[in-house]
């Protein structure tokens, strides 16, 4: 178990809807990741966010948004939901930013049919 | 931004065998290089990372060598046991961390 926790674990919608995940960094941890990995595929930084604040933007689309709160917690907000955005969601935290050892959580299963 | 190859796609050795996985990237400025491990419908979990200012690391059966002229790093298992089949990620990472497409490793028993 890393420490990091992310909610839901599975979630399965429809094309068109919305959806929020939620990750919980470890205790200390400042910074927290998003990343995307698709069926067999690799994985895809999409944002990071530093105290509160974004600190580097990666292959994230513009349906796609996240916020980190002042508890640290953050939240990855998916719109306009299509059948390629199913995919595993890993939400990673280290106590810094980048050059800093990360440390995933479980992940949610996002299925949109 | 960082682009980062990694090779071979899979690998399988048999038990006993050592395995090495290699990586190369493209930002001169990237100074961070982590292995990620990932069981099927896991989490990718760390298993040993490398400073730019190092030219090797070891953790028992695992170490990673970097050559930072050459811009790459690679990755060895030495005495594989079944147990190391997974899937090994590479990345590099300057203010943005990208990883390798991943190396799907089977040792065979």
């Known amino acids: 178990d890393s420490g990091v926790t992310q909610t839901p674990k599975h979630l399965i919608t429809a094309t068109g809807q919305r959806v929020t995940l939620r990750c919980s960094p470890r205790s200390g941890d400042l910074s927290v990741y998003w990343y995307q990995q698709s069926l067999d595929q690799g994985l895809q930084f999409l944002i990071q966010y530093y105290n509160g604040e974004e600190r580097a933007k990666g292959n994230i689309l513009e349906r796609f948004s996240a916020q980190q709160f002042p508890d640290l917690h953050s939240e990855l907000n998916l719109s306009s939901l299509e059948l390629g955005d199913s995919a595993l969601y890993f939400c990673?935290?280290?106590?810094?930013?980048?050059?800093?050892?990360?440390?995933f959580g479980p992940g949610t299963r996002l299925t949109v049919t | 931004g960082e682009n980062v190859e990694q090779h071979p796609s899979t690998l399988s050795v048999q038990e006993g065998d050592s395995a090495v996985i290699k990586c190369t990237y493209s930002d001169s400025a990237s100074n961070y290089f982590p292995w990620y491990k990932q069981e099927l419908g896991k989490r990718p979990q760390l298993i040993i990372d490398?400073?730019?200012?190092?030219g090797e690391k070891k953790d028992q059966r695992i170490a990673v060598t970097l050559n930072k002229t050459a811009k790459h790093f690679s990755l060895h298992i030495t005495e594989t046991q079944p147990e190391d089949s997974a899937v090994y990620f590479c990345a590099a990472n300057n203010n943005d961390m990208r990883f390798g497409a991943g190396t799907r490793l089977t040792v065979k028993p």
């Open positions: 990673a935290s280290s106590v810094r930013a980048f050059s800093y050892e990360q440390y």
């Open positions: 490398i400073r730019s200012n190092v």
